[in-house]
Each structure stands twice: as C-alpha cells, then as structure tokens.
C-alpha cells in the first residue's frame, strides 16, 4: 500500500481514549505513514493518551489545553525545542456544559455559550496563530464539525451555534493562511457514539435517524472520518481549503426526512 504520508508529521489534538474521532484519525494517519505528535487537555486524559500514543508508534505526547493561551504557547516551544514541523493539523475538540445540551435553546447561559464558543470555536483561531511559526510549507488544518452547525438539531443548541462559528473561522483561516501555502478544512461528520456525544440529549435518537434515512442507510464509523482526515492531510487534496467535507452517510442532502 503507498505510503501517502510518508516524511509528513501529523499533529491531533482531542485523543481522549479509543472511541475518539481523534484517535481513529490518529491511528489512520500513522498508517498511512505520517509521524505523530497528540496533545490531550490535562492531567485526567494524559496517562490514557501516552497508552494510545506509544501503541501508535512512539508519538510525542504533549499537554495542550487550549483554553489557555499560554498552554498552546508551551506546546509551540516544545515543538520548536525539538525540531517539529508540522504538516497536517487535526482540532477535534468540542465543549460545553451538559446542560446546556438538551432543552431548549433560548435556555443558553451567557457564561455557558461564551465557554462553548471558546473551547470549540476559538480555540481553532489560537491554534494556528501560536503553531504557525511550526508549520510546515503547505501545511494541512483540519476542524471536526457537526451538521447542528446549519441545521436546527434537537438539543445540540448552543454546540450547533460553535459549530457555525468554527466553520466560519475555518473559511477565514483559509483566506489568511492561503497565501503561505497552508490549506484549512473542516470534516463534517455523522453522529458517532463518544464520551463527547453520549453529553447530547437523544443522542440514540440521531443515530438511528441517519441509520434509517441517510442515502447509504447507515451511520458512518470512526475509521470513514479518519480516512477523510487522511485525504485532507495528503497532497491528494493540494488545492482544497475553505471547505467543509460532509462524511455522514450522505444525511445531509437529504430533505423531508
Ligand atoms: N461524536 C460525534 O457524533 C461527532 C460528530 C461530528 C463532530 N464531532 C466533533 O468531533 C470532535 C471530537 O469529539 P469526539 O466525539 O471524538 O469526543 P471526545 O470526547 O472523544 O473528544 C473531545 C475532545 O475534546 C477535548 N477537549 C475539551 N476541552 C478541551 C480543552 N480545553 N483543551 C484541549 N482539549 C479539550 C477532550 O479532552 C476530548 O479529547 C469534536 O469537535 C466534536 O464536536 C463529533
């Protein structure tokens, strides 16, 4: 099989354990060749990510909170102590209060979106301002996103609302980040059962909703997202940024449901 990132490092961040989207994209990178740095949050996912980073083939693992600047600063300095250049970039990191996860909308804290929006959304336009100084020339960011972004999915709520704004920020980054030859894209995938999802209420509900009326009948697993991820990452893609990549079955074409 070719090797299609074969000399390129993969940087993922939101490995928390095996069910995460990350970790799958992870595994599917360094499959296809590419050396890995994963970053976990703190000190609660750090012992089960250096697991899941040594199975992986000795990744650098290195904490990288990005809620803090400062925490995404210290990584930068890692990376450049040890001589990483980064070309492909994966943020799969989403967070917001369990309750403002079911409900309704309206019902949204100021404090509950302000953080939703931080952690999720944000956090993407911190990343590569604090790691572009590490990118590698045509460098590859990737966002994960979720239809709730355009959609109006039942309790999704204010995490639908930081899913417009991150794929927004996608399109800006694009726009800024072109000129250097860095492209920037988002996944937008199906539902998949995460610790992350299980937070969303009726979570049972979607799936089965995408396993029954999606064009392929099915719900998408978490290697269809991590062979995305690997597409975006190669130069198979060399002249694709400012998209939003739908891996979800075909669901979101669908009308009359
Ligand atoms: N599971 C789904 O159905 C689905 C569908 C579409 C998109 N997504 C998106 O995929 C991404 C990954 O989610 P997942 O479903 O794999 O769940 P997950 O719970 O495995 O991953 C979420 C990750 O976010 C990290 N995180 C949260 N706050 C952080 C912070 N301040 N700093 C650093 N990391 C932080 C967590 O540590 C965790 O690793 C998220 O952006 C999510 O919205 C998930």
Redesign the pocket.
């Known amino acids: 099989m070719p090797s299609l990132l074969a000399g390129k490092t993969a940087l993922v961040?939101?490995?928390?354990?095996r069910?995460?989207?990350?970790?799958a994209c992870a595994k599917e990178l360094a499959r296809n060749g590419a050396s890995l740095v994963l970053?976990?949050?703190?000190e609660r996912?750090q012992p089960e990510v250096e697991k899941l980073g040594a199975e992986l083939g000795n990744a650098l693992v290195a904490q990288?909170?990005?809620?803090?600047d400062a925490?995404i600063a210290a990584l930068r300095a890692l990376l450049e102590e040890r001589g990483v250049r980064l070309d492909a970039v994966l943020?799969?990191?989403?967070?917001a209060r369990k309750e403002e996860l079911t409900g309704k909308f309206y019902a949204t804290s100021r404090d509950g979106y302000a953080l939703a929006l931080d952690?999720?959304a944000y956090?993407l336009v911190a990343m590569c301002r604090e790691l572009r100084s590490v990118f590698a020339a045509q460098a590859s960011v990737m966002?994960?996103?979720?239809?709730g972004s355009v959609r109006a999915v039942p309790s999704y709520n204010v995490?639908g609302v930081a899913?417009a704004a991150?794929e927004a920020c996608v399109r800006y980054l694009a726009a800024d980040l072109g000129e250097s030859g860095v492209r920037v894209n988002a996944?937008?995938?199906?539902?998949?059962?995460?610790?992350?999802?299980r937070a969303?209420g009726g979570?049972t509900n979607?799936l089965g909703e995408v396993a029954a009326k999606s064009p392929l009948r099915r719900n998408v697993t978490q290697t269809d997202v991590g062979n995305a991820a690997v597409f975006l990452a190669s130069d198979l893609s060399s002249a694709i940024t400012g998209h939003v990549l739908y891996v979800d079955a075909g669901y979101n074409i669908m009308g009359m449901t």
């Open positions: 961040s939101g490995v928390a354990n069910w995460s989207i990350a970790y970053t976990y949050e703190g996912t990288c909170d990005v809620g803090q925490s943020h799969s990191i989403a967070f952690v999720s956090s966002a994960m996103t979720y239809l995490m899913k991150l996944i937008s995938a199906g539902p998949i059962k995460t610790a992350s999802a969303v979570f979607i």
